[in-house]
């Protein structure tokens, strides 16, 4: 079984500069977050969706930060104006519904911003 | 709202001896704890977990007990290995909601040396 796959692996930014990353769920999971894992940290929820929706975004610093899923199944992180306190790993994680099921992480894009 | 602490950030082992990586919780509901081991570069997987009170739970030769009195689910290991090297992360979501939306610690790095 194909496991959570993010895109690129690594970037390296100036400040003010845009960034996306891009996350594919397990095929099936309906259910989709982003966190955010500054270096020696543990992860931090940004946003999830289940299907489309977005269920929660208060996390998600809205003014520069923003995440879609369109079709319910892949999923785009977006930085508009990056700044050095966003250096960190993103990581993806699928779920399929309910709160008792497993979370599925990908090994995440770590981003430097310089 | 919801928090965990794991109290130690580095531990340093010798292969073969016992180790216990300290969790311990807050929470308003019903509690769901979670071990999680990430290597390096590698994806976060589910190493553990729980919502049952004084019931041990294994894996791969980890072991947990959740015990609601003490707020507490610390991972232990009866004999380290190399392979055991990794950062471990605790993390708690809770029974009331409809998805797993999961609270971080800020994790244990464990280095096993020969």
Partial sequence: EAGVTQSPRYAVLQEGQAVSFWCDPISGHDTLYWYQQPRDQGPQLLVYFRDEAVIDNSQLPSD???AVRPKGTNSTLKIQSAKQGDTATYLCASSFGGSQNTLYFGAG????VL | GDSVTQTEGLVTLTKGLPV???CTYQTTYSPFLFWYVQHLNEAPKLLLKSST???RTEH???YATLHKSSSSFHLQKSSVQLS???LYFCALSDLSGSFNKLTFG???RLAVCP
Avoid: E, I, P, V
């Fill in chain 1, 109 to 112: 894009t770590r981003l430097s």
């Fill in chain 2, 84 to 86: 055991d090297s990794a």
């Fill in chain 1, 64 to 66: 520069r930060f923003s």
């Fill in chain 2, 53 to 55: 009170d004084n019931k």
């Fill in chain 2, 106 to 108: 800020a994790g244990t």
């Fill in chain 2, 60 to 62: 791969q030769g980890f």
């Fill in chain 2, 20 to 22: 216990m990586l300290n």
